[in-house]
């Protein structure tokens, strides 16, 4: 604190104090902790915003890929021309998925008239997100626990190391 004395003309003192002003190292922390938790928030939403643009991403891709297949391959009887890389050359996309790892292609060896969509490089939680997911058309699906079926999720499925779960979606008639 500062105290400055000052004669008027008239004789009279008057004293001035100046108060020093500045935050308090309370005030401090307390700003800072207001905006760590908005930090968090923040970081938080944008990592539902990516995981969500990811899923919507494969899905955009599966859809793309299912119907260059079926307009590639429409005209015959059955997939057994199917070639991964022709295909996707053919519809100008690449095989890698958001996930690292990749989209592949193959015929259903029980049946021509099917091919498989395999989706692979997944972790536990996307895994189960695909595999509960009801793919348009259809047949039905295989995870990497040898488990298949049609739309429904098992709780013990999609328990593989992390980038080594897959699902496998099955198109055709």
Request: glycine share 10%.
């Amino acid at each position: 604190m500062i105290q400055l004395t000052v004669k008027k003309s008239n004789g009279d003192k008057m004293k001035f104090i100046n108060q020093e002003s500045g935050r308090s190292m309370i005030e401090m922390l307390g700003v800072l902790a207001i905006m760590g938790i908005i930090t968090v928030g923040a970081i938080t939403m944008i990592s539902a915003a990516m995981r969500s643009q990811k899923r919507t991403t494969v899905q955009d891709e599966v859809a793309q890929v299912v119907t260059g297949v079926r307009t590639i391959l429409g005209e015959y009887d059955d997939f057994s021309g199917l070639d991964n890389t022709t295909i996707f050359a053919a519809i100008g996309m690449t095989d890698k998925n958001p996930y690292g790892g990749k989209y592949s292609l193959m015929v259903d060896s029980s049946n021509t008239r099917q091919f498989i969509l395999t989706i692979d490089g997944l972790n536990s939680s996307e895994c189960l997100f695909f595999k509960s997911k009801a793919w348009i058309d259809s047949i039905g699906y295989q995870s990497s626990d040898g488990k298949s079926g049609g739309a429904v999720a098992m709780p013990n499925d999609c328990s593989a190391v992390t980038g080594q779960n897959y699902i496998q979606i099955t198109y055709g008639e």
